[in-house]
């Protein structure tokens, strides 16, 4: 059993810089492939980012990629997402997530085939 503590977020104007932070009880948090996914008021939850359990590999959704960065630091049981470049479209809840795996390059695009959620942050991005 893992659970995820999310902080961070806030509000911010376009072009400011947020950073989230999940970090997961337990002692195996670096045999989980992690994510990032957002939800905006009336829409569905959509990826963002997701990395490898070493933290060795990560993707991006095509919008976010080259202002959003993931990363973890597994001595500290914490995964991060940096967002710079804020825009308003950005302005959603955010959500880490983790999925138990044993291959290494495993990355995780569905929401449905993670094992345990954050609480989720609210993230809002004024023009």
């Known amino acids: 059993q893992v659970q995820l503590v999310q902080s961070g977020g806030g509000s911010v104007q376009a072009g400011g810089s947020l950073r989230l932070s999940c970090t997961a009880s337990?002692?195996?948090?670096?045999?989980?492939?992690m994510g990032w996914f957002r939800q905006a008021p009336g829409k569905g939850r959509e990826f963002v980012a997701t990395?490898?359990?070493?933290?060795?590999?990560?993707t991006y959704e095509d919008s976010v990629k080259g202002r959003f960065t993931t990363s973890r630091d597994n001595a500290k049981n914490t995964l991060y997402l940096q967002m710079n470049s804020l825009k308003p479209e950005d302005t959603a809840v955010y959500y880490c997530?983790?999925?138990?795996?044993?291959?290494?390059?495993?990355?995780?695009?569905?929401?449905?085939?993670?094992?345990?959620w954050g609480q989720g942050t609210q993230v809002t991005v004024s023009s």
């Open positions: 990395i490898n359990y070493n933290g060795g590999s990560t």
């Open positions: 997530a983790a999925k138990q795996t044993t291959v290494e390059h495993t990355m995780v695009v569905a929401a449905a085939l993670y094992d345990y």
């Open positions: 337990g002692r195996t948090f670096s045999r989980y492939a």
